[in-house]
């Protein structure tokens, strides 16, 4: 069973920095679109940043200019440097990508199990 494994999660003040990583554990045919989705306690689960395959980004308006999303085909992981971090960036987040993990079947939709980010002085 493939999962989508994330690290780089963790505790950092006001203004630091953090970068997440995330890949799947096992082999796959291709990934097309990836990205990190957070989740607020109380709150819904909102996209942050996704990249296709061809490395077009998008990014909520909340962290333009903060977070740089980023992939590495060869090594099918995908990153998000999160910069200017700050107390309301504190969440969980969550690694989607659209996985397809035989060449004759269909692309699919996997969550990783999410990564806790605590900004707080």
């Known amino acids: 069973q493939v999962q989508l494994v994330e690290s780089g999660g963790g505790l950092v003040q006001p203004g630091g920095s953090l970068r997440l990583s995330c890949a799947p554990s096992?082999?796959?045919?291709?990934?097309?679109?990836m990205g990190w989705y957070r989740q607020a306690p109380g709150k819904e689960r909102e996209l942050v940043a996704r990249?296709?395959?061809?490395?077009?980004?998008n990014y909520a308006d909340s962290v333009k200019g903060r977070f740089t999303i980023s992939r590495d085909n060869a090594k099918n992981t995908v990153y998000l440097q999160m910069n200017s971090l700050r107390p309301n960036d504190t969440a969980v987040y969550y690694c989607?990508?659209?996985?397809?993990?035989?060449?004759?079947?269909?692309?699919?939709?996997?969550w990783g199990q999410g990564t806790q980010v605590t900004v707080s002085s």
């Open positions: 989607n990508a659209d996985l397809r993990i035989t060449w004759f079947g269909p692309s699919s939709e996997y």
């Open positions: 096992g082999y796959i045919f291709s990934i097309n679109t």
């Open positions: 990249i296709t395959k061809s490395a077009v980004t």
